[in-house]
């Protein structure tokens, strides 16, 4: 590798949420043990820090980097930029690739100067990288070192033969957010129950547009006041735009009733101060139900919610997980709460997981009705991308007939330390599929 400095990172609803959804949960985070897995840590886009001893990025960076997928993810090609003057100049290409063979990494270069160089090299641990680079003479010429702080965060050293530094460079993830890709927090729910503050700023380096939260509780938002979280959210340039809520059916009585609206108004007003753009709710009382006398209780208060929202400047949207493709009286569930609620007021926003898991095709349901489906949360049974078994690139070709406004990218069957995970997930929808 050459020099890159030289070339000048609840409630019992929510608990019976966890049960719905954790189904799919396998929170097994296997360590990364092959060499072509940890290469695609270097996947994104990339600037340098201030110096090597810092995160800190400035807000005009010396140094850009963009590796981009080629291969079916298994090498990228490298286009390293330096700023000179007004502008930035290309300093430097590679194609770095995993070879099965030797189980190796390779890369081949050329720098501006016109000088190339092959390097070979591995991952020493999951976290360390090292390549040694030779000219085309076949002369030793350098050794870099990669040491990934975190999956947003890695340190290059460059050392001549006689093992003196050379350079030493800080590269922070920097992922464009031009393709609005979002992120349902339950992806990562230890990781802001421990740390919101650092989560965040990893959701946002890694590309993140916007975040949908599920843990509405008291009037706050993980303990802190709607505006506290909104500034929380923003400081890391990111937005706070949508909410999965829970309030259940009220019982068959006026004060129920009264007592079920009023928080939703307190609901949406929190939701309103805190600048989201839509909510969600879910159900986990379909399996109880038996009619569909009982059924259309449920979508009247769907849209009397919907109807506060919509009067209140804020989307509503149902989500479904697996029951609602049961028939009650020859009837299938979700076909009939789309039919029976108000387009004006009730959107959906489709787990397609779910519905690959319940045998129904999304797209089906996004040619029959047309323009419902607000929002997608779009999961595997692995990683995101990574079973097979879901056309997601297929599904996007009908997010314009859905209605598609919002992709939300989740994930909860972890084969990988979960961040590892979140940043394929933004690299799959991002490279392959938006």
Known sequence: ???????????????????????????????????????????????????????????????????????????????????????????????????????????????????????????????????????????????????????????????????????????????PKNKNIGIQLVSVHEQMQNNPKETLKYLDRMGFSYIETFVYKDRSFYGLSPLAFKSLVEENNLKFTGSMTFYNLPKDEDQAWKNAMQWWKNCIADHKQAGVEYLTISNNQIKDIKTLAELKKYTEYYNAIGKLCTERGIKFAYHNHSDEFKTIENKVVYDYLLENTDPAYVGFQAD???????????????????????????????????????????????????????????????????????????????????
């Open 1 to 175: 590798m050459m020099n890159h400095t030289s070339i000048k990172k609840f409630t019992i609803s929510i608990l019976l949420l966890f049960i719905l959804i954790g189904t799919n949960t396998v929170f097994s985070q296997m360590p990364i043990t092959e060499q072509a897995d940890r290469l695609q840590q270097y996947l994104g886009f990339w600037v340098s820090s201030i110096d090597h001893t810092t995160d800190s990025v400035a807000s005009i960076p010396l140094i850009k980097m963009n590796n981009y997928p080629t291969i079916d993810h298994t090498a990228m090609s490298v286009d390293v930029f330096q700023k000179e003057g007004d502008i930035y100049n290309h300093t430097l290409t590679e194609l770095i690739g995993y070879d099965t063979k030797t189980d190796s990494i390779f890369a081949l270069g050329k720098s501006a100067q016109g000088d190339m160089f092959l390097g070979k090299g591995e991952f020493t641990s999951k976290t360390d990288w090292i390549m040694n680079d030779r000219d085309f003479t076949g002369k030793e010429t350098m050794t870099v070192t990669f040491d990934f702080k975190n999956q947003t965060d890695v340190h290059l050293i460059g050392k001549d033969p006689q093992n003196l530094i050379l350079w030493q460079t800080r590269y922070i993830k920097k992922n």
């Open 352 to 434: 397609l997981y779910w519905m690959h898991f319940s045998k129904v095709d999304p797209i089906d349901y996004f040619k029959k009705y047309k323009h419902r489906f607000i929002s997608w949360h779009v999961k595997d049974y692995e990683e995101l991308g990574q079973s097979g078994k879901m056309d997601f690139e297929l599904y996007f070709k009908y997010a314009e007939t859905a209605g598609l406004k919002y992709t939300i990218a989740e994930v909860e069957a972890f084969n990988y330390p979960v961040w590892y995970s979140i940043n394929a997930a933004w690299n799959f929808l991002y490279f392959n599929i938006l």
